[in-house]
């Protein structure tokens, strides 16, 4: 097999396959590298995990300042609507968003998973997926 110079390698990687290297979700760190002598193997990448709507309606809850907070970002757990660890199991991929206020207040606190202002409720519940959505069994 002749030598290929590195400029030339580059331009028949991004020629093979897939379309060359590319990273997975679901490998993570792991380069798929199509193979250049052989037909490419076509494998698709699971796609990230989904929030599951927790609730139809913001859950109001009096925040202490200085205190550490963790907002269920699955919809998994059952101390809603913060985290208690359910995500680890349910949605491997979905972290719960930490933050300390910084003053005593009364806040509403999103239950869907579908605001765009987390942890904070902007009313995204009101939209008619959310309200004809069904909710998770409860144990």
């Not at 076509?42 to 927790?54: H, K, L, T």
């Not at 919809?75 to 680890?88: E, V, W």
Request: glycine share 8%.
């Amino acid at each position: 097999m002749p030598l290929l110079r590195p400029a030339a390698l580059v331009t028949l990687m991004r020629g093979a396959g897939s379309g060359g290297v590319r990273r997975c979700r679901d490998s993570p760190g792991v380069l798929q590298i199509p193979s250049l002598f052989s037909a490419p193997q076509v494998r698709r990448c699971s796609a990230p995990p989904q929030p599951v709507i927790a609730a139809k309606q913001p859950f109001p809850v009096e925040l202490k300042a200085g205190k550490k907070y963790a907002w269920c970002a699955c919809g998994h757990s059952k101390n809603q609507p913060f985290c208690d660890g359910a995500h680890k199991k349910a949605a491997p991929g979905i972290s719960p968003l930490r933050f300390i206020p910084e003053e005593d207040k009364t806040v509403w606190l999103c239950g869907c998973k579908r605001t765009r202002s987390p942890p904070y409720c902007d009313g995204t519940h009101k939209e008619e997926a959310v309200q004809r959505a069904q909710l998770p069994a409860q144990p």
